[in-house]
Nanobody
Framework: QAQLVESGGGLVQAGGSLRFSCVAS????????MAWFRQAPGKEREFVSV????????LYVDSVKGRFTISRDTAKNTVYLQMNSLKPEDTAVYCC??????????????????WGQGTQVTVSS
């Protein structure tokens, strides 16, 4: 059974860094676009970033541009999210997701077929 498992969450001070990993298993995700979403308490789920399965093109929400970097290791079926200069407003549960054929906009959660359980990030001020 295909599944996504995240790791790397935790508590960090503002200005610090964390790196998430999302390991995909159960099928090949080579051609899937892999994304990160987050949901803060009392807020709707928000798109963070996506990396395509073909040429590895990336997209970020404006609030994380220049601070977060998404990457993938196709051989390891793993996608990463490097988060630098973290802010208290980055506090959320972060989930990875996989979608084979993204419609417009690619930021919509409806595009993604597989989801991880999520990992908590808390950024203290």
């Amino acid at each position: 059974q295909a599944q996504l498992v995240e790791s790397g969450g935790g508590l960090v001070q503002a200005g610090g860094s964390l790196r998430f990993s999302c390991v995909a298993s159960g099928r090949t995700f080579r051609y899937f676009s892999m994304a990160w979403f987050r949901q803060a308490p009392g807020k709707e789920r928000e798109f963070v970033s996506v990396i395509s399965g073909s040429v590895g093109s990336t997209l970020y929400v404006d609030s994380v541009k220049g601070r977060f970097t998404i990457s993938r290791d196709t051989a390891k079926n793993t996608v990463y999210l490097q988060m630098n200069s973290l802010k208290p407003e980055d506090t959320a549960v972060y989930c990875c997701a996989a979608g084979l054929r993204l419609g417009a906009p690619p930021t919509s959660a409806n595009n993604y077929d597989y989801w991880g359980q999520g990992t908590q990030v808390t950024v203290s001020s």
